[in-house]
Protein backbone atom coordinates (compact mmCIF):
# COMPACT_ATOMS: atom_id res chain seq x y z
CA UNK A 1 0.00 0.00 0.00
CA UNK A 2 1.04 3.98 -0.52
CA UNK A 3 3.14 5.18 2.39
CA UNK A 4 4.62 7.90 3.26
CA UNK A 5 7.05 6.15 4.96
CA UNK A 6 10.29 4.31 3.29
CA UNK A 7 10.74 1.74 5.30
CA UNK A 8 9.06 -0.51 7.80
CA UNK A 9 9.89 -2.54 10.84
CA UNK A 10 7.87 -4.64 13.18
CA UNK A 11 9.34 -5.40 16.48
CA UNK A 12 7.91 -8.01 18.88
CA UNK A 13 8.63 -9.07 22.35
CA UNK A 14 11.82 -8.56 21.85
CA UNK A 15 14.21 -5.82 24.25
CA UNK A 16 15.75 -3.46 22.09
CA UNK A 17 19.71 -1.98 22.98
CA UNK A 18 20.62 1.59 22.65
CA UNK A 19 21.18 3.05 19.75
CA UNK A 20 20.37 5.28 16.64
CA UNK A 21 19.12 4.65 13.66
CA UNK A 22 21.65 4.61 10.43
CA UNK A 23 18.76 5.74 7.67
CA UNK A 24 17.23 8.21 7.61
CA UNK A 25 17.65 12.00 7.12
CA UNK A 26 18.36 13.92 10.62
CA UNK A 27 15.63 16.57 9.60
CA UNK A 28 12.86 13.74 9.24
CA UNK A 29 10.75 12.12 11.74
CA UNK A 30 9.80 8.37 12.83
CA UNK A 31 7.15 7.02 13.59
CA UNK A 32 6.96 4.56 16.69
CA UNK A 33 3.75 2.52 17.48
CA UNK A 34 3.55 0.37 20.93
CA UNK A 35 0.93 -2.14 20.83
CA UNK A 36 0.15 -5.35 22.73
CA UNK A 37 -1.51 -6.29 26.08
CA UNK A 38 -0.74 -5.87 29.44
CA UNK A 39 3.09 -4.48 29.33
CA UNK A 40 4.54 -1.90 31.21
CA UNK A 41 7.44 -0.96 28.68
CA UNK A 42 9.36 1.77 28.55
CA UNK A 43 10.72 4.35 25.56
CA UNK A 44 14.41 5.17 27.05
CA UNK A 45 15.88 8.47 25.18
CA UNK A 46 19.21 8.53 26.21
CA UNK A 47 20.38 11.92 24.60
CA UNK A 48 17.32 13.16 26.95
CA UNK A 49 17.84 11.77 30.33
CA UNK A 50 14.26 10.29 29.94
CA UNK A 51 12.27 7.70 29.90
CA UNK A 52 9.01 7.60 28.63
CA UNK A 53 5.81 5.46 29.45
CA UNK A 54 5.46 2.95 26.05
CA UNK A 55 1.83 1.35 27.07
CA UNK A 56 0.00 -0.15 24.20
CA UNK A 57 -1.43 2.63 22.12
CA UNK A 58 1.16 5.04 22.60
CA UNK A 59 2.39 6.81 19.33
CA UNK A 60 5.69 8.45 19.27
CA UNK A 61 7.76 11.04 16.93
CA UNK A 62 11.16 11.14 17.06
CA UNK A 63 14.33 11.52 15.03
CA UNK A 64 15.52 7.97 15.42
CA UNK A 65 19.08 8.57 13.54
CA UNK A 66 19.31 11.90 16.76
CA UNK A 67 18.35 10.57 19.66
CA UNK A 68 20.03 7.35 20.93
CA UNK A 69 16.87 5.49 21.97
CA UNK A 70 15.89 2.08 23.63
CA UNK A 71 13.38 -0.46 25.01
CA UNK A 72 14.24 -2.21 27.36
CA UNK A 73 12.22 -5.14 29.74
CA UNK A 74 8.86 -5.38 30.33
CA UNK A 75 7.41 -6.79 33.39
CA UNK A 76 4.16 -8.65 31.70
CA UNK A 77 2.36 -9.07 28.48
CA UNK A 78 2.94 -9.11 24.98
CA UNK A 79 5.03 -6.27 23.23
CA UNK A 80 5.49 -5.31 19.51
CA UNK A 81 5.95 -2.19 17.99
CA UNK A 82 5.86 -1.00 14.02
CA UNK A 83 8.48 1.57 12.90
Do not use: C, K
Not at 20 to 46: E, F, I, K, Q, W
Not at 47 to 71: F, K, Q
Amino acid sequence: WPSIFSGLEIIANQVTSSHRDGGGSPSLLDLLVSLGRNHNATLALADLNAELDYSPGTMVYISGRVLEHSVGPWLNGEWFVIA
